[in-house]
């Protein structure tokens, strides 16, 4: 006896998924089986999102995206200030959230949780509420990061790195695996060790994008009198100021060490 027709498991929408007639679906977007996409719901253009995710409310994914399977997005923060108030998760074009990655939105304090355009979020990372990702940041295997954690453009984290809330992570700068960020880690360096320290500038990484020799000499002068020179903080700053040519780079590192609120490592 006929019950009506087979399911189309071809389908860009796996019928076992379960996705709210308010959710914003582009072109070519595909949904794996047993996943939910919830209301207020956007999701940019040739997206795929894989089997057993949930994206929740609030939450909008860009394009050509790719969400692997058992992830969690947009899901509430873990954050006792939370009261229930709407707020939001974005996700910019370009990004791969490999399997069971969870990324909470934001609370009342920031309204949003943002990760940028051409990430890479490996398998077990965390994001939590009012996180702020640049774009083309790496974050290997079981990152972890509280509240209101910023990470710079091009940065890249090892595995099992631990963030403390409210941390800032410069641009173009590589964390070693399994060490912990309590304090402000500035750009273009590497840090490593316990406690975290200065390790020399990324110089993998900034030759890899294309900084110049003459670019790298610059930053790394620039640290040599912070890190190195045995004056104190506030005296190497003036020292760097006072002594070497005005740059770009000179501009960005002295206004990330002197807006830190949580000091430097």
């Known amino acids: 006896m ?31 089986p047993y996943s939910i996409i919830e209301s207020d719901v956007i999701i940019g253009n040739d997206t795929h999102v894989g089997n057993h995710v949930t994206i929740c409310s609030g939450t909008t994914i860009g394009e050509s995206c790719s969400i692997f399977h058992n992830c969690s997005i947009g899901e ?54 009012d996180c702020i990702l640049g774009n083309h940041v790496i974050l290997s295997n079981m990152a972890t990061m509280g509240g209101h954690v910023t990470i710079g453009d091009w940065a890249s984290l090892g595995g099992g790195v631990l ?28 840090a490593a060790n316990e406690p975290l320290s200065f390790g020399g500038i990324n110089r993998v990484g900034l030759k890899r994008r294309g900084f110049s020799s003459e670019d790298k000499k610059i930053i790394k002068e620039i640290y040599t009198i912070y890190f190195r020179s045995g004056s104190n903080r506030n005296q190497a700053l003036e020292k760097i100021e006072s002594e070497l040519e005005p740059s770009n780079y000179r501009d960005r590192i002295l206004e990330f060490i002197r807006s830190s609120e949580r000091g430097i490592i």
């Open 2 to 32: 006929s019950i009506g027709p087979e399911p189309d498991i071809s389908s860009p929408i796996h019928p076992t998924a379960l996705v709210d007639p308010n959710a914003e679906l582009g072109t070519n977007v595909t949904i794996g």
């Open 76 to 129: 509430i923060p873990q954050d006792l200030k939370f009261t229930g108030e709407n707020t939001v998760t974005r996700i910019g074009n370009n990004t791969t959230v490999r399997e069971y990655v969870t990324i909470n939105r934001g609370t009342k304090a920031l309204g949003e949780t943002i990760v940028g355009s051409h990430c890479l979020l490996m398998a077990y990372v965390h994001v939590a509420h």
């Open 163 to 190: 963030i403390h809330q409210f941390c800032r992570i410069g641009e173009h700068v590589f964390v070693g695996a399994g060490f912990k960020v309590t304090q402000d880690v500035p750009p273009f360096i590497l």
